[in-house]
C-alpha cells in the first residue's frame, strides 16, 4: 500500500508544489493523476521514487516511511518499482535488449536468467523482433515501448509513469496505455501522471485531480474533467 499523510512540498521560493495532500492507493490498483500543467503531478510523481523529500508529511511505501531512508538503499527502494519518463531515457549508443538488460546485470543473476527476463519483457511490449535494434532506429511509440520494458524487467509490484505518452501521437499513445493495463491486469500497481484527457476519459481508471497541489477530487471509475 502507498499512503501520503498530509505531505506538504515547498520549495526555496516560497512555492508550494503539494499541500496537505493524503492519499492511499491499494496494491493492484490503475490510478490517474490529472491536472493542469504547474498543479503538482510531477511533483507527486518524484516524491513516490524519492527523487523529491517532502518539506512535511510523510510518504510510506510498503509500510516504509521513505524519506527516512539513508541515501544508500535509496537504489534498494527503486529496484521494488518500474519508473516510465516522458522522454524514454534510453541509452542511444546501446540495443534495446542491452537497454533493459542494464537495470537487472548488476544484480547478480545468470546470463540465463536475464535473457528470460528481457525477452519476457520484451514479450510484453511486443518488440521482440526489434531486440538489436538501436534507439535511434525505432519510433517514439517504440522507445516507449522499450523503456516499459525496461521498467517491469525486474517484476516490480509497482509502476509509476510520468506523462508516459506526452510525446506521442493518439494512436501510440492509446498502444502504450492498452499496454499499462496489460501489466495492471497482471497486478502490478500502476499509477500514471497524464494530461491526455481522451486517455484517462477512455480507460475510465481511478482519476486523482490536482489543482495548484491540492487534491480537489478522487473518484473511481472517473473521466478527466
Keep these: 500500500m ?22 492511499d492507493i491499494q496494491p493492484g490498483e490503475f490510478v490517474f493523476v490529472v491536472g493542469k500543467s504547474g498543479a503538482g503531478k510531477s511533483t507527486l510523481m ?4 524519492r527523487e523529491e523529500l517532502p518539506s512535511s508529511g510523510t510518504v510510506i511505501i510498503g509500510g516504509i516511511n521513505i524519506a527516512n531512508l539513508p541515501n544508500d538503499k535509496v537504489p534498494s527502494l527503486r529496484r521494488c518499482m ?39 519483457a520484451l514479450k510484453v511490449v511486443g518488440l521482440l523482433d526489434k531486440m538489436k535494434a538501436k534507439p535511434t532506429e525505432l519510433s517514439g511509440g517504440e522507445q516507449q515501448r522499450v523503456s516499459i520494458a525496461r521498467a517491469i524487467v525486474n517484476g516490480p509490484p509497482l509502476l509509476i ?12 499513445s492509446l498502444e502504450i496505455m492498452q499496454i499499462l493495463d496489460q501489466i495492471n491486469q497482471k497486478g502490478i500497481t500502476v499509477i500514471i501522471s ?32
Excluded: C, W
Design 46 to 49: 518524484k516524491l513516490l521514487y
Design 194 to 225: 497524464t494530461h491526455d484527457k481522451s486517455m484517462v476519459d477512455y480507460f475510465r481508471k481511478r482519476v486523482i485531480t490536482l489543482d495548484s497541489g491540492e487534491v480537489i477530487r478522487d473518484v473511481q471509475a472517473g473521466t478527466y474533467a
Design 82 to 120: 518500474g519508473i516510465v519518463f516522458q522522454d524514454y531515457k534510453l541509452l542511444q549508443n546501446q540495443s534495446v535488449y542491452d537497454n533493459i538488460a542494464y537495470v537487472i546485470r548488476t544484480m547478480g543473476i545468470s546470463s540465463k536468467e536475464i535473457n528470460a527476463r528481457v525477452t519476457g
Design 2 to 23: 502507498i499512503q501520503l499523510r498530509s505531505v506538504t512540498k515547498k520549495y526555496k521560493n516560497n512555492k508550494y508544489a503539494l499541500k496537505n495532500v493524503n492519499l
Design 161 to 172: 509513469a510520468d506523462e508516459p505518452t506526452g510525446n506521442l501521437d493518439p494512436k501510440n
